[in-house]
């Protein structure tokens, strides 16, 4: 019901930015919260931020926040990730997620919908 597609990553070096987008398909979109995990190499995925239909509101995990902002422009379908002052340890997969409850993104990492992942690559 819901097709999610990053783009955006690539590979940079610390300090640097990167923004990601995730563009929604068809007319499903509407209602639904969107997030982003990410995924390092060896590691298991894990919540990056999310933000629920209305935009009023976001909540990040800890090591990213005041770097990284989430948000989303229902009209084009589209979230974004805006990474300021990239680590290291910021590299990894990034997922797209969807599911008609914040609480879903926020809180467990079994949203209804996936993108197919887009590679952040951090150098130091």
């Known amino acids: 019901q819901v097709q999610l597609v990053e783009s955006g990553g690539g590979l940079v070096q610390a300090g640097d930015s990167l923004r990601l987008s995730c563009v929604a398909s068809g007319r499903t979109f509407s209602g639904y919260a969107m997030g982003w995990f990410r995924q390092a190499p060896g590691k298991e995925r894990e919540f990056v931020t999310a933000i629920p239909w209305s935009g009023d509101t976001t909540n990040y995990r800890d090591s990213v926040k005041g770097r990284f902002t989430i948000s989303r422009v229902n009209a084009k379908n589209t979230v974004y990730l805006q990474m300021n002052s990239l680590k290291p340890e910021d590299t990894g997969v990034y997922y797209c997620?969807?599911?008609?409850?914040?609480?879903?993104?926020?809180?467990?990492?079994?949203?209804?919908?996936w993108g197919q992942g887009i590679q952040v690559t951090v150098s130091s």
């Open positions: 997620a969807a599911d008609l409850q914040y609480a879903v993104l926020v809180t467990t990492t079994t949203p209804a919908y």
